[in-house]
């Protein structure tokens, strides 16, 4: 099979020559170092220079922790300056979510941690909770003021408190929004949660990997417009967990199968590049939902390079798919409106510039 993208050809043949060319890139190297659940690490001797410019790698795709226990485990690097202060970060955070999340228990808010708790070793830069009655939005962000967290920004769907112990930010959701446009209809979600222990030995809601995914799909398309290797290690480990028809079923319900295809098949490319092979599971949600080739083709042109910036196709493409759900199309309406403000328009197209142009987050 071939791919065209702007002018530019490449064959699968060349996907094939690459995952058996010990020259590959750096992010081949660095999944390949790490290993998946399907294929297991190849720890072999590397050069401590690239070591270093991996872990840098890895903290641009925001799964530095999950870098660092691989170079400790395997006694690759002496890293563990970084080891121990991510380790302390990993801990605070656990204790940071616990205790955001007993205040709204405590409170009686009906609310589930998601985006946040990976299915990995990992580090999280904030903690996003969805509230699921509108009705208690407000009341959850007095609750957390009332114990001491500081709100530090008030968006039109979420709010962002500052939790100055565990020196993280909680950002509470009315909706799983960008701005004012909704991407996930909660109602979708409210019996897809479950209860898991944390490390620390607290129990807190979050979702089950079918629906934390999806979650985390429509969020790295339609707010991030980027896909980082977080993101491919979350969706290889939570493989093992899923039910694919319960995963399929929750992208069509809202409206998200694109955004999933492309996912997918940057996930798969990745995978078969550095392990010369690809999970049943990925496969079998490829056979379903087909591959998305432009964004195939411009993340071989670009050498694998992550993280990979979305084309705005891409993102175009997955606004007018989730633009068929009616709370969606009232929300797009309500954003269009609201752009009539100079100062909600003049934010609004600052991020979206930021988001279109930045190259990490």
Not at 1 to 16: D, H, L, P, Q
Not at 104 to 121: S, W
Not at 220 to 245: A, D, G, H, P, W
Request: glycine share 2%; hydrophobic share 35%.
């Amino acid at each position: 099979m071939r791919y065209t993208y702007n002018g530019y050809t490449i064959s699968s043949s060349k996907v094939e020559c690459m995952t058996s060319n010990e020259d590959v890139n750096s992010t081949s190297k660095l999944l390949r170092l790490i290993g998946s659940p399907f294929s297991p690490a190849e720890p072999s001797e590397v050069d401590q220079n690239l070591l270093k410019q991996l872990y840098y790698k890895s903290s641009r795709n925001r799964m530095a922790f999950l870098y660092l226990e691989t170079m400790k485990r395997n006694e690759l690097s002496d890293l563990s300056t970084l080891y121990n202060r991510e380790d302390k970060r990993r801990a605070d955070t656990n204790d940071a979510i616990a205790k955001a999340s007993r205040v709204l228990a405590d409170a009686r808010i009906d609310h589930v941690v998601f985006k946040t708790i990976r299915p990995y070793e990992y580090t999280t830069a904030d903690i996003d909770i969805l509230i699921f009655e509108d009705t208690d939005y407000l009341k959850s962000i007095i609750e957390m003021r009332n114990v001491g967290y500081k709100i530090v920004a008030n968006g039109p769907r979420s709010a962002t408190l500052w939790d100055q112990r565990g020196r993280i930010g909680v950002d509470l959701y009315q909706q799983v929004a960008a701005s004012f446009i909704i991407y996930i209809d909660k109602q979708t979600l409210v019996n897809n949660v479950k209860t898991i222990e944390l490390p620390n030995h607290e129990v807190v809601r979050t979702l089950k990997p079918e629906a934390d995914l999806a979650c985390i799909i429509a969020h790295s398309i339609m707010k991030e417009q980027m896909y980082t290797l977080s993101e491919y290690y979350t969706f290889v480990y939570y493989l093992r967990q899923m039910n694919i028809e319960d995963f399929l079923n929750l992208a069509k319900q809202n409206n998200i199968t694109h955004a999933a295809k492309t996912h997918a098949t940057i996930t798969a490319l990745l995978h078969k590049v550095a392990h010369q092979t690809i999970p049943k599971k990925l496969q079998q949600i490829l056979n379903q939902l087909g591959e998305e080739n432009l964004e195939k083709a411009r993340i071989i042109k670009n050498n694998f390079e992550t993280p990979h910036k979305y084309h705005p196709i891409t993102v175009v493409k997955s606004l007018a798919e989730i633009a068929k759900g009616k709370e969606t199309r009232k929300s797009i309406a309500i954003q269009l409106v609201r752009m009539l403000d100079p100062n909600i328009s003049k934010d609004f197209l600052k991020k979206l510039v930021d988001h279109a142009f930045r190259k990490a987050y």
